[in-house]
């Protein structure tokens, strides 16, 4: 058994396992990203951990590496084709990939008079190109090895439009119909695609946009975006990691083409 195995058995036996795969997690030092490394590690994956932050990539390897589990970190711009092959070329000379979670992305605040173009090109390229970009280095991987698994992450923003989130919503509208689109162009190839919405998670990004904008009044408004949430609470990455390790996992063997809301009842449950 390799190590990608032995760190399974040492994780937790009753969840969704992936032992000896290799997972590559994009954004993943950080939030939503770091939980799924964490997550996937511990059911015995082995996890490529790429950001463009390498040093808090590195942080993320080292919390993965003291608990038995397998990882390595690399810095990676999404955005460009010539970072995302250089990084799958290292990888992919220790291991095939059997897993991309496309998680890095980037948020903007603001409906469209106020979306400068500038704005609207940095969304793009990181949310969509950078999509895009993983997901073409890997898929004829993928294909010439027999198949793979490919989770994007999206957001209810992609589906129900968020006020003063235009080119976020934007973004992740276009995550969601590439995830239809690869999942339906290459389900004869063994490939899964599917994407997950989540609504508000409680990361990192959340305490820096309140910080920034509301000093001195943090906590009041953080604990009115908890309200927005018909469940009263943001969700916790690690709610998000939990879904994303069973949509990855052979468990979820039959499921494609889907795109999976994590919102706290936001979508259907709004009086």
């Known amino acids: 058994m390799d190590e990608c195995g032995r760190s399974f058995l040492r994780g937790n ?157 934007m973004s992740k509208g276009a995550v969601v119909a590439m995830t239809y689109s690869v999942a339906k162009d290459y389900l004869s190839y063994n490939i899964r695609c599917n994407c997950i919405s989540p609504a508000r998670v409680h990361t990192p990004f959340v305490n820096g946009f309140l910080r920034r904008n509301y000093p001195g009044r943090e906590q009041e408004m953080f604990e009115k975006l908890e309200k927005a949430q018909p469940i009263g609470r943001m969700a916790q990455p690690e709610e998000i990691a939990a879904l994303a390790l069973f949509l990855c996992s052979d468990e979820a063997s039959f499921i494609t083409g889907s795109n999976y809301p994590i919102d706290g009842g936001f979508l259907n449950l709004r009086g």
């Open 13 to 169: 036996s009753n969840s969704f396992g992936l032992p000896g795969k290799t997972a590559v997690v994009t954004g993943g030092a950080s939030g939503i990203g770091r939980a799924v490394a964490q997550e996937f590690a511990g059911a015995g994956a082995c996890v490529r951990v790429l950001d463009i932050d390498k040093d808090a990539a590195q942080a993320v390897v080292g919390e993965i590496v003291k608990d038995g589990g397998n990882a390595k970190a690399y810095a990676c711009d999404v955005s460009r084709l010539d970072s995302v092959e250089k990084v799958f070329n290292e990888i992919l000379q220790d291991s095939r990939v059997h897993i991309l979670v496309n998680n890095a992305g980037i948020s903007h605040v603001g409906n469209l008079e106020v979306t400068a173009e500038h704005d609207f090109d940095n969304i793009f390229c990181v949310n969509v190109k950078g999509v895009y970009n993983c997901m073409y280095a890997a898929v004829g991987h993928m294909k010439a090895n027999g198949g793979g698994v490919i989770l994007n992450m999206a957001s209810i923003a992609g589906s129900s439009g968020l006020a003063d989130r235009f080119a976020y919503s």
